[in-house]
């Protein structure tokens, strides 16, 4: 199993990134895929999930409607679209991936990091 995050950038408060997830090394649509983040000094917290199966999505209620998980299962990929963001979502953003959302998730990635300058 191969979990690789990508798109990670310095960014202004207000603007935008997208974050991709790029699986490999399981059935994909078997699966959940979920996005956490880490910040400094801080615990890491599940961010987004979406079930592959048949799209089903969550968010963390911090999310306000600013975050958007997607998945491309031809490609075998997830993305996380990041609008309007804050200096606190600075953070060190990870994909991972579950049989279901909100259940013990099994493989990581190694993390993008996200700042966000105000």
């Known amino acids: 199993v191969q979990l690789v995050e990508s798109g990670g950038d310095l960014v202004q408060a207000g603007g935008s990134l997208r974050l991709s997830c790029a699986a490999s090394g399981f059935t994909f649509d078997d699966y959940a895929i979920g996005w956490f983040r880490q910040a400094p000094g801080k615990e890491r917290e599940g961010v987004s999930c979406?079930?592959?199966?048949?799209?089903?999505?969550h968010y963390a209620d911090f999310v306000e409607g600013r975050f958007t998980i997607s998945s491309d299962n031809a490609k075998n990929m997830v993305y996380l679209q990041m609008n309007s963001l804050k200096p606190e979502d600075t953070a060190v953003y990870y994909c991972?991936?579950?049989?279901?959302?909100?259940?013990?998730?099994?493989?990581w990635g190694q993390g993008t990091e996200v700042t966000v300058s105000s």
């Open positions: 979406i079930s592959s199966s048949d799209a089903t999505t």
């Open positions: 991972a991936i579950a049989y279901l959302c909100g259940t013990h998730y099994l493989h």
